[in-house]
Structure formats: C-alpha cells, structure tokens
C-alpha cells in the first residue's frame, strides 16, 4: 500500500477555509487517492475522492498535485459541525481484485468559534 | 436515506465469553466490510465480503474471530472467546461503488 503522511492536529477559525494537507510519496499510477471523516463516536463519512485532476463536490474540494505526490483537501467555509478526524487514503487493489482502504490515525480539525 | 444497520450499538462482556455483532448493509451493496477501531487510532479491516464470499480477511485472528454473510445479505461477526485486547468499535460499512464506503454507527464493545 502508498502509505500516507499528515498532520495529527490542525486548527482553523469558523468561517474560514480548512487546507488539509497529505503526502503520498509512493502512489502508483492506478492509485485513488480518498478522503474520509469521523464525527466523534460516529462511523466514517465519505467525502471526496480523486486520481489526477482536482475535484469538487458538495461538501469540499479535492486539488492532487501534478506529480501525484500531495493532495489537499479544502473545506471552503469552515462550520463547528466539521470538527473531526480527517483520513488520507489511498486505495490499492486486494487479491481479489477489489479496493481496500486501509485508515491511517488522520488529522483532528478543530473549528474554533 | 438508507443507512447501515448495526446492532447492539454497546456490548459489554467479560473475558472468554462469546460475543456476536449484526450488520445489515445498504440494500443492494454487494461489498461490505468489517473494521475494528481501537480508541485513538484509524479503522483496520478485518474482512471483506463480495455477496456472500470473503475476498479478504488477511487481519482477521481466525482463531477467536468468524464472520459469515449467508445469502449476502446482512452479516454477522463472531468472537469466541473475548479478550480484553478486544475492547474497541467494531464498524459495518458497505459499498455499491469500489471506494466510497457508507459506515453504521458501530458497537462498541467493553471486555471486564
């Protein structure tokens, strides 16, 4: 598996945009690169994911750099309700030929008021 | 909107007992998932299902743990018998599109 590398905390005011930063040094061409958060004693929530070209959705942005390296996931407009631990995943196949994301321990956001 | 199912959302236990956890995916999810999630780390796979076949329990301690999804429908997680070293939440997510797993809200089990 691409291992990935981020921060264990971050802060960010409310109303502001949250830059989550991730380094993946070691992905392969075939390699997604995801991005999940878990609200505190909740499962894991879906976010974005991408390959190469940035991505936007409803809930954030997704921007991978050229060579593939880093990626940064922006929350353009920072609310309390998205305090919680960020993950940095990138898949790879399994044996049977299906993806498996594997979690690392994610960056805790805090959204101060 | 469709969720994941998992029950009991608390389970607290003592040492060598037996203790099973339910999962009821989102309807027509062929893939799901058990992950084991211990305070203050990320989620680890256990297994994962396509329909009713394991494609993957690689980290799953066979000697204590089983999961079975009959019918490939809803599936269960058996561990016989509990350690202490269990305690965590156990999480159920399933998956209609590789990569985007939709999780339950856990269960959070407690060994004495």
């Known amino acids: 598996d691409a291992k990935t590398t981020q921060p264990p905390s971050m802060d960010c005011a409310e109303g502001r945009a949250a830059n989550l930063p991730c380094n993946h040094s070691?992905?392969?061409?075939?390699?997604?690169v995801y991005w999940y958060r878990q609200i505190h004693s909740q499962g894991p929530q879906y976010i974005i994911h991408?390959?190469?070209n940035n991505e936007t959705n409803e809930m954030a942005s997704l921007i991978i750099t050229e060579d593939r390296k880093s990626s940064t996931l922006i929350l353009p407009h920072a609310t309390l309700r998205d305090t919680a631990v960020y993950y940095c995943i990138v898949s790879r196949l399994s044996n049977s030929g299906n993806e498996k994301l594997t979690f690392g321990t994610g960056t805790r956001l805090t959204i101060i008021p | 909107e469709a969720e994941v199912a998992q029950s009991p959302r608390y389970k607290i236990t003592e040492k060598s007992q037996a203790v099973a956890f339910w999962c009821d995916p989102i309807?027509?999810?062929?893939?799901l998932y058990w992950y084991r999630q211990i305070l203050g780390q990320g989620p680890e796979l256990l297994v994962q299902?396509?329909?009713?076949?394991?494609?993957?329990d690689s980290q799953l301690p066979k000697d204590r743990f089983s999961a079975e999804r009959l019918k490939g429908v809803d599936s269960t997680l058996k561990i016989q018998p509990a350690e202490l070293g269990d305690s965590a939440m156990y999480l159920c997510?399933?998956?209609?599109?590789?990569?985007?797993?939709?999780f339950g809200e856990g269960s959070r089990l407690t060994v004495l």
């Open positions: 309807s027509g999810h062929a893939t």
């Open positions: 070691t992905i392969s061409g075939n390699e997604y």
């Open positions: 299902f396509q329909d009713e076949s394991v494609v993957d």
């Open positions: 997510a399933s998956s209609l599109t590789t990569g985007e797993l939709f």
């Open positions: 991408g390959l190469k």
